[in-house]
């Protein structure tokens, strides 16, 4: 056993920068020689030290390359100072291949163009930094696609597909990314810059024949080929998923002496990719889905072989414990129930010329099966929203595996092993076997089509002999999944985690070969040295490891979710790198700057760092962490969106509670903080209020001082709050008893959509009340860090409601953000009053009221189109069902664009320093949107400060929900 190998010490090969000579030069040097940006900084170092594994490096600095003539004056001047180099893309590779002691580049930022599609030849040319979804966008214009995708493919780079040899459902279409690359533009270490592809022998003698450092290469190939032939044909296992060791099948005759292929895979370990010609596919133009439902997921491993008979373009299995697991963590539980009955389930897709032409393929495949001995449970699908519900179920592995309510954290490290097709069930059988001997628990899932196996194993990576008890166990199963003639690595590579294990799959004839190729392309050893050939050990470098020992802190939030441990909380972000698409709502501030900082990863990255101390080391007065979080918007789509619902909003507020603790917060926070006390103020002189924040030089000196953007015009107040109106209406006396929450915004700014609340409650034969008194839920507060005086304000609250509270009475509220307070915030900061669980159950927003079941409500219809925009904290914490159910009974023609974050956040888009990226986020989508949108078209949005962005930028005036719905009723 391998117990006695383990070194739980510090490592001697961990070498730092400074092993690397004068740093500080190379970093002079690059900055003043290329036109990208040069990061050599604590902070972006700390950024850029772990990926989506278990393993951390901190980097010797950052680049971010500009251009193709960057990338190579960087790698010059690297080999110049014997600096080792590492390109990187999405950075969320599983196996450590993306974190290294190097210069990094990362290639996303700017290098991420589709630099052509070709329809009739089928090809596209990309750079490396271009994301999955930007290609097969482009190639879906022209009926085209690009076949491999896996489940980061929002977010994820074609240059990491390439390095990883990345696959995903529809690789049974057409194959792994090995099987689509045409020819690479490549670089190596020491400077050399070539194309290579396949190779005709008329080609290669053609080069052969060239002096120089290319055809040098060349020779060494044909040599290393000729030498391996019989090895490389013996050992490679003829699968569809081989992703272990490098590609020395390409350089085969019957393989055309492919050199791009022979690459793919190699993980930055030997080249640096320039661009990709890549191999597109016809995109088929309809496809349907086919579930079907097995006594267990081995009983639906056994009979993937009779599934794929029918040619299916996916074929995903996952079992009964994936399932149970997404009931616990509350994951799309509405679309478990879709699922035909069974314990273990088969996704089976089909493509087609059209619905008609794939559904007949799939009753073909469900009239064979029914036939079969002890046939499955089979459900076709015919709704595409209903598929593509069905998807996220299989999607939702990582989520709901990671971080599952009393259990153990689960981690990668034997998370996509292969087998051919036809020992899947005796693989799953014998792999579940090991995870009992060694009392591990884990979900099982993947691409059955093509024999991968996914899952997340609860490892102890934080003492001795749990880190050398998970060494073994990866030993053992490298021995498992070899003798059924399987691959160690079925989609992720090789990188750090199962480097070790090769000589297990492919023996030391072929390990020789592997380190005689790498040493072809990199005899200095400096691209990426580490990983796949003479690597690190798996438990060297662990994220987590023995020395892992945050220091306890102490906290306003309790995280009850996290057991009450931030530290621990922390751990929730794995790498995958969701917050880095471009839809939804998660995360706005990446979307406009495109900066790792300014993702969640990032900011979770820092904040892990923080605790740490050994890269970054101001604890929690650090200024590289409050650069990243102060651009954050808290617009919690990260804890709606992130698989593992990091919720950074609340860890910014967390954050800057303890940065600004001792010491004066900016006049922002002041004047946008205590927003509710200056407004209650203003109420008494509203009009010499609004003099003074609009009249010259009063306005420009106010917005000076506040440091509010020049471009922005301050809200002004209303000539009467909402409560001195009330105060004053004939309320009726009758009827069930509500109160509406008078939020500040809707109290002193926007008082007609109180009014018409009050209009639409009675009509629902409510009786509405509001508080006898000044209160204010305190949302501003959690933007700047005012943590103690947000608690203060809610247990004002919970002391001037109590009456109401213990009656149960419904608490309306017309704020999407304020109404998140009571649900969010409140019971995280009160995790132990009963008074404060029921406070959070009875804050509803008015659709949710209108549509219980004991309301009477109905409303005229009122036909016109709608363009709805839905705040932040509506989407991410609240939810739009209830919404949408009510603006469909208004028969409203109702279009709801993909519009994330209006950029307006709160007080975040009037700040001076914020002003730029609230108004990309604001551009990206909404407000293109509103400009293009007729003037009879409604513009519906609840945020206060959603409909100010759209106010403030476009002329046009967006409605409240309870506005559109007095307007039915006046009609």
């Given at each position: 056993m391998l117990r006695s190998l383990v070194d739980t010490r510090p490592s001697a090969r961990r070498a730092g920068a400074a092993s690397y000579g004068d740093m500080k030069k190379l970093e002079t040097e690059l900055a003043r020689s290329i036109e990208g940006e040069v990061r050599f900084d604590a902070g972006s170092r700390a950024l850029y030290a772990t990926d989506a594994s278990?393993?951390?490096?901190?980097?010797?600095?950052?680049?971010?390359?500009?251009?193709?003539?960057?990338?190579?004056?960087?790698?010059r001047l690297c080999w110049q100072y014997g600096a080792p180099v590492l390109s990187r893309g999405g950075g969320t590779s599983l196996c450590g291949q993306c974190c290294n002691v190097a210069v990094v580049m990362d290639f996303s930022k700017y290098l991420n163009k589709v630099i052509e599609i070709d329809r009739d030849a089928k090809t596209a040319r990309v750079q490396p930094g271009c994301v999955l979804d930007d290609l097969r966008d482009a190639a879906g214009k022209v009926g085209l696609t690009f076949a491999p995708d896996p489940a980061t493919h929002t977010h994820n780079t074609l240059g990491g597909m390439i390095g990883n040899n990345s696959c995903g459902p529809h690789s049974v279409m057409g194959g792994e990314t090995v099987h689509n690359v045409i020819e690479l533009d490549i670089l190596t270490y020491d400077g050399e810059r070539m194309t290579v592809g396949e190779t005709s022998d008329s080609l290669l003698h053609e080069i052969l024949a060239q002096p120089g450092r290319r055809g040098d290469i060349y020779d060494q190939l044909q040599k290393l080929r000729d030498r391996y032939t019989d090895e490389i044909r013996r050992r490679f296992p003829q699968i569809p998923r081989r992703v272990s060791g490098y590609n020395l099948e390409a350089l085969l005759p019957e393989h055309g002496f492919n050199v791009a292929r022979a690459l793919v895979g190699s993980e930055s370990t030997c080249v640096v990719i320039l661009e990709a010609k890549l191999r597109l596919l016809d995109k088929p133009a309809a496809s349907s889905l086919v579930v079907l439902g097995y006594k267990d997921v081995y009983e639906a491993g056994d009979h993937v072989p009779e599934v794929m008979k029918h040619k299916p373009i996916a074929l995903e299995g996952m079992d009964d414990r994936l399932i149970g697991d997404m009931k616990a963590v509350h994951l799309h539980p509405e679309n478990v129930e879709l699922l035909p009955k069974g314990g273990g389930w088969l996704l089976v897709e089909f493509g087609g010329n059209s619905k008609e032409d794939s559904d007949d393929k799939a009753r073909a495949m469900m009239d064979a099966l029914s036939k079969v001995e002890n046939p499955p449970s089979m459900k076709l699908y015919d709704d595409p929203p209903v598929e593509k519900n069905i998807w996220k179920v299989r999607e939702s592995g990582l989520g709901?595996?990671?971080?599952?309510?009393?259990?153990?954290?689960?981690?990668?490290?034997?998370?996509?092993?292969s087998v051919p097709p036809e020992n899947l069930g005796k693989y799953l059988r014998a792999l579940r076997a090991l995870f009992e001997k060694y009392g591990y628990m884990c979900d099982l899932y993947g691409h059955?089509?093509?024999?991968?196996?996914?899952?997340?194993?609860?490892?102890?990576?934080e003492t001795a002999p749990g880190i050398a008890k998970f060494r073994d166990f990866l030993h053992e199963a490298a021995h498992l999944v070899t003798s059924l003639h399987g691959s160690i690595s079925g989609e992720h590579g090789d990188g750090q985690s199962k480097a070790e294990l090769l000589p297990i799959m492919f023996g030391d004839e072929l390990m020789q070969a592997f380190r005689e190729f790498k040493r072809i392309w990199d005899p200095q050893g400096k691209m990426n040295p580490g990983k796949v050939i003479d690597a690190y050990r798996a438990d060297e470098n662990l994220r987590i490891g023995t020395e892992y020992d945050p220091p306890p802190v102490k906290v306003h939030f309790h995280y009850p979710d996290d057991n009450g441990n931030f530290p621990r909380a922390l751990l929730r972000c794995v790498g995958v790198g969701e917050c880095r698409k471009k839809s939804g709502t998660m995360c706005p501030s990446y979307m406009a700057t495109g900066e790792e900082m300014h993702a969640t990863r990032g900011r979770a990255r820092l904040l892990f760092e923080m605790l740490q101390g050994s890269a970054i080391h101001g604890g929690w007065k650090e200024p590289a962490v409050h650069e990243a979080l102060d651009l954050c918007l808290s617009c919690k789509g990260c804890k709606g969106e992130c698989p593992v619902n990091v919720d950074m909003a609340t860890w910014k507020a967390e954050f800057m509670a303890h940065y600004y603790d001792g010491k004066m917060r900016p006049p922002a926070a002041y004047a946008f903080g205590l927003i509710d006390r200056w407004a209650k103020l203003a109420s008494h002189m509203p009009s010499a209020a609004n003099f003074l924040t609009h009249a010259r030089p009063f306005s420009t000196l106010a917005k000076k001082i506040v440091g509010i953007a020049p471009q922005r015009e301050i809200t002004r107040f209303a000539a009467q709050p909402f409560t001195h109106w009330f105060r004053s209406h004939e309320r009726r006396a009758d009827g069930r008893k509500v109160i509406l929450w008078p939020d500040t915004f809707n109290n002193y700014f926007h008082p007609d959509v109180a009014?018409?609340?009050v209009e639409v409650l009675e009509h629902a034969g409510c009786r509405v009340?509001?508080?006898?008194?000044?209160?204010?839920c305190g949302r501003p507060l959690y933007e700047f860090g005012m943590l103690e005086r947000a608690k203060a304000y809610l247990q004002r609250i919970m002391d001037a409601l109590a009456d109401d509270i213990h009656g149960s009475t419904?608490?309306?509220?017309?704020?999407?953000?304020?109404?998140?307070?009571?649900?969010?915030?409140?019971?995280?900061?009160?995790?132990?009053?009963?008074?404060?669980?029921?406070?959070?159950?009875?804050?509803?927003?008015?659709?949710?009221?209108?549509?219980?079941?004991?309301?009477?409500?109905?409303?005229p219809a009122l036909q016109r189109k709608a363009v709805v925009h839905?705040?932040?904290?509506?989407?991410?914490?609240?939810?739009?069902?209830?919404?949408?159910?009510?603006?469909?009974k208004l028969k409203l023609d109702v279009h709801m664009p993909d519009?994330?974050?209006?950029?307006?956040?709160?007080?975040?888009?009037?700040?001076?320093?914020?002003?730029?990226v609230s108004m990309a986020c604001g551009e990206r989508v909404l407000l293109p949107t509103v400009r293009a949108a007729a003037q009879d078209t409604l513009l519906i949005a609840d945020g206060f400060s959603c409909r100010e962005q759209i106010a403030q930028t476009t002329g046009r005036e967006a409605l409240h929900l309870a506005q559109v719905l007095r307007m039915a009723l006046h009609q």
């Open positions: 278990n393993y951390r490096q901190v980097p010797i600095g950052v680049v971010i390359p500009r251009t193709v003539e960057d990338v190579v004056t960087t790698v709901a595996t990671a971080h599952v309510p009393n259990q153990k954290l689960t981690w990668e490290g034997w998370e996509d092993s059955f089509g093509q024999g991968c196996v996914h899952t997340r194993i609860d490892f102890d990576l009014i018409a609340a009340e509001i508080p006898r008194m000044h209160l204010c419904p608490i309306i509220g017309l704020e999407p953000a304020c109404v998140s307070v009571f649900r969010d915030e409140l019971p995280n900061l009160f995790p132990y009053s009963e008074q404060a669980m029921r406070l959070s159950g009875q804050v509803q927003l008015l659709s949710e009221f209108l549509e219980r079941d004991d309301i009477d409500f109905s409303v839905a705040h932040c904290h509506h989407k991410s914490i609240l939810h739009t069902d209830a919404e949408m159910s009510v603006l469909q519009s994330g974050c209006c950029g307006m956040a709160g007080s975040y888009g009037f700040v001076k320093e914020k002003y730029d």
